[in-house]
């Protein structure tokens, strides 16, 4: 998994289970004032205070009351997400890059290649 990364990265997302050296691996590879983050909630990110990479653990909790609650809003017309365009997987960079410029408006929907 380590051998995969040529260079240093500025985020480090782990979205699977693995053991917390290989996380720890991982986040050497953190390029200084970067940030790791964890999306598991048995296991912390590590951080790197020396090299200034933060440590953000990020849990997301499922709530079917509150979904309905914005779907019902949507539906009254109280919610309106501005949905700005929708684009294929594969033009993900260009997305990341005008987002970063400033220049989008709206959220952008992700549609898999096959879609």
Not at 23 to 48: I, K, Q
Not at 79 to 95: C, F, G, I, K, Q
């Amino acid at each position: 998994m380590i051998s995969a990364v040529t260079e240093p990265v500025d985020v480090l997302l782990n979205l699977a289970p693995i053991t917390p050296d290989e996380f720890t691996a991982l986040t050497a590879l953190v390029r200084d004032g970067g940030v790791a983050v964890s999306t598991t909630v048995w296991m912390p990110a590590p951080g790197d205070e020396a090299r200034g990479v933060r440590a953000i653990d990020l849990f997301v909790r499922s709530d079917a009351m509150q979904l309905s609650e914005l779907v019902a809003r949507v539906d009254r017309g109280e919610l309106h997400v501005d949905v700005a365009e929708r684009v294929p997987l594969t033009d993900l960079a260009s997305v990341h890059a005008r987002a970063a410029a400033g220049t989008l408006s709206g959220k952008v929907i992700v549609l898999p290649a096959d879609a």
